[in-house]
């Protein structure tokens, strides 16, 4: 069975900083990509940064230069370090796998919320 387990939401001034960690258990098959997307209120979700087969990383347009995402493959965990935040990154925070190739899944976690005050 496979579970991600998201950790690091919280609480946090504007300019301030938090680290979201995702680990994965339980997948046998290498994902195409891991990732996080968020969710505000009254908003669909969104990506927010994702790492495409170990390397190369994609970010929205809005977290670029502020967010970094990273993955541990010997801890199957994938990281967000996200500093000078805003109060519009307050949203819901997703944990993402996905396998496009046979067999294929999409998994995701449970979320952390993630509130940033003004």
């Known amino acids: 069975q496979v579970q991600l387990v998201e950790s690091g939401g919280g609480l946090v001034q504007a300019g301030g900083s938090l680290r979201l960690s995702c680990t994965a258990s339980g997948i046998i098959y290498e994902p195409y990509a891991m990732g996080w997307y968020r969710q505000a209120p009254g908003k669909q979700r969104e990506l927010v940064a994702k790492i495409i087969s170990g390397s190369s990383s994609i970010y929205t347009d809005s977290v670029k230069g502020r967010f970094t995402i990273s993955r541990d493959n010997a801890k199957n965990t994938v990281y967000l370090q996200m500093n000078s935040l805003k109060p519009e990154d307050t949203a819901v925070y997703y944990c993402?796998?996905?396998?496009?190739?046979?067999?294929?899944?999409?998994?995701w976690g449970q979320g952390t919320q993630v509130t940033v005050s003004a």
């Open positions: 993402n796998a996905r396998r496009y190739k046979v067999p294929s899944y999409d998994h």
